[in-house]
């Protein structure tokens, strides 16, 4: 079964600082992606990143970057200079199956100013 | 660019009545997915379209829920009659699957509200 694991519900930053959110996965396909959305409060669903299963190279995206570790089957995002409106939900995806996405239940991320 | 398009932003009703949900998915992309959100039970695919094919309808609660794609740029979410467990947030996604690397793109959603 295709699994996506977010253990932490809630993370504090303080502005400036860079923050790590934490996602495993699970799965048996050998060809799969990555990707990661942020929920502000207002509701919609911005995708931010993404990463392939044969990619040798970390993704970034400007301020975020996925720190990709195959062996142990994380794949973590790492928000760097957090700013007020990171405060959001973030979720980690899972694409295998071919276009079959798995969502984890999310981390709320709060930036202190 | 316009993005995914759902309708109404907003609904409200009473139990009983249908409920029906609108989307308009990107143009160009040829798969289509409604999600349901609420605090409880996260983010769930209910349903979703390949080249306007259902795929996997495993996620539809149960049979008052429906789903149909006539078309490329046209889907709909019906549900009756409605419950007022089925109050929460309805994202409509579309994707253009000729890449791997292509997120899906969510639409603004439908908060529903059934009284």
């Known amino acids: ?113 | 660019d316009a993005g995914v398009i759902q309708s109404p932003r907003h609904e409200v009703t009473e139990m009983g009545q249908e409920v029906t949900l609108r989307c308009k998915p990107i143009s160009g992309h040829n798969s289509l997915f409604w999600y349901r959100q609420t605090m409880m039970r996260g983010l769930e695919l209910l349903i979703y379209f390949n080249n306007n094919v259902p795929i996997d309808d495993s996620g539809m609660p149960e049979d008052r829920f429906s789903a149909k794609m006539p078309n490329a740029s046209f889907s709909t979410l019906k549900i009756q009659p409605s419950e007022p467990r089925d109050s929460a947030v309805y994202f409509c996604a579309s994707r253009w699957t000729g890449a791997s690397n292509q997120p899906q793109h969510f639409g603004d959603g439908t908060r529903l509200s059934i009284l």
């Open chain 1, 1 to 113: 079964a295709q699994k996506i694991t977010q253990t932490q519900p809630g993370m504090f930053v303080q502005e400036k600082e860079a923050v790590t959110l934490d996602c495993t996965y699970d799965t048996s396909d050998q060809s799969y992606g990555l990707f990661w959305y942020k929920q502000p409060s207002s509701g919609e669903m911005i995708f931010l990143i993404y990463q392939g299963s044969y990619d040798e190279q970390n993704a970034t995206e400007g301020r975020y970057s996925l720190n990709f570790q195959k062996a142990r089957k994380s794949a973590n995002l790492v928000i760097s200079a957090s700013q007020l409106g990171d405060s959001a939900m973030y979720f980690c995806a899972m694409e295998a199956h071919g276009n079959q996405f798995y969502f984890g239940t999310g981390t709320s991320l709060t930036v202190i100013p």
